[in-house]
């Protein structure tokens, strides 16, 4: 694909997860930020049950132009099929699928499979990488094997559950003690337990989204985040440090109140910012990473003073102007529309570099 040829832009947003409303927040945002000469841009919606829909309503606001987008957008419109809405058909513009599907069902592989199986570009990693980074578990377990500093964790499963309390003292943590489902984000399902006796009800909430839960020690610390941009060779933003309003950044405080701080670039010595892009770029490449990512520690500096500790990787992050990712990469001199216009070039990279593989033997 030629740099100046236009580009049918498949935005896919929505999704079966508890993150659909963040996924539609984003969408507008890209809408109204891709360039209408660059692209022929198709949002498709996903809704809570699954259907898949032409989102009509942004069709004719796109025709509008894209301040006449609502804000959010709707997962509602007329029904479509999955794989024909995606697969480019004879003598039509080249497709570049970006989906913006936080959570199960659209940031677990899932998604990344069809249209892996449909032959088509899409933004982002693969389906290996997006499985690992959306199961906490096993994305802890890969960052352990590779010698990436973490804090201390527990993965339980469902039927498991009701030793979490011992599993705890056994590792002779000290609360507070945080519980997440291992699959989701946003900070969905997530608790602060300050006492033994709340840890039950903290676990209960997380095993409502998922069969994994995972508890971590609470860490004193810093919360530092490094985008990272790329695919084989991958580079990193500046770091960036998040202020919390609340007693830690959960859903209220990430998408709703808008009280948190966000520090671009992060205040940190040179010496740090060095260090913390370095260990972003090796959690990428270590989980396998194409695309894009929002890469979150902890910048423990007291105490044990262990440094940064990786947190979790995102490889959907949010994308809205005022999210991290973009707000970090605007920071380091890529601007919102230009970063779109990357991501749709590293995805046509991705695609061409996979379709040299023989298939015969």
């Known amino acids: 694909m030629a740099s100046s040829e236009r580009v049918r832009l498949v935005v896919l947003f929505g999704g079966q997860s508890a993150e659909h409303e963040v996924s539609c927040t984003t969408a507008t945002h890209v809408l109204r930020a891709a360039d209408p000469d660059r692209y022929d841009i198709v949002p498709i919606g996903i809704t809570r049950e699954g259907t898949w829909v032409q989102a009509d309503e942004a069709m004719v606001a796109l025709a509008k132009g894209a301040t006449a987008l609502p804000p959010p957008l709707e997962a509602t419109g007329t029904e479509v099929e999955p794989l024909p809405t995606v697969t480019p058909a004879a003598a039509e513009l080249p497709v570049v699928v970006l989906p913006l599907l936080h959570g199960p069902h659209g940031e677990d592989g899932t998604v990344q499979g069809m249209l892996e199986l449909a032959g088509v570009p899409f933004v982002g990693s693969g389906v290996l990488s997006s499985a690992l980074c959306m199961d906490k578990v096993v994305a802890k377990q890969v960052l352990a094997a590779h010698g990436l500093p973490q804090g201390a964790w527990l993965g339980l499963r469902d039927g498991d559950l009701d030793r979490a309390g011992q599993a705890v003292a056994d590792a002779g943590w000290a609360y507070p003690v945080f519980v997440k489902p291992a699959n989701l984000g946003s900070s969905v399902g997530v608790s602060k337990v300050d006492a033994p006796e709340a840890l039950a009800a903290a676990v209960a909430l997380a095993a409502q989204y998922d069969e994994w839960v995972v508890l971590e020690e609470g860490i004193q610390g810093r919360e530092i985040e490094v985008a990272v941009l790329g695919n084989a060779d991958p580079r990193a933003s500046v770091p960036g440090e998040i202020v919390p309003s609340r007693d830690f950044y959960d859903y209220e405080d990430k998408y ?5 701080e966000l520090l671009v670039p992060a205040p940190l010595d040179a010496a740090a910012a060095t260090r913390v892009r370095e260990l972003a770029v090796a959690a990428f490449r270590a989980l396998r990473c194409d695309g894009l990512a929002r890469v979150d520690f902890f910048f423990e500096e007291a105490g044990p003073a262990r440094g940064f500790l990786v947190n979790e990787i995102n490889t959907i992050p949010g994308f809205t102007p005022i999210s991290m990712y973009p707000k970090l990469w605007e920071a380091s001199g890529v601007p919102y529309p230009a970063l779109i216009d ?5 995805a046509v990279e991705r695609h061409d570099r ?6 015969k033997r």
């Open 256 to 260: 709703l109140t808008g009280a948190s």
């Open 342 to 346: 990357e991501l749709v070039r590293l």
């Open 354 to 359: 996979r379709s040299r593989f023989s298939t």
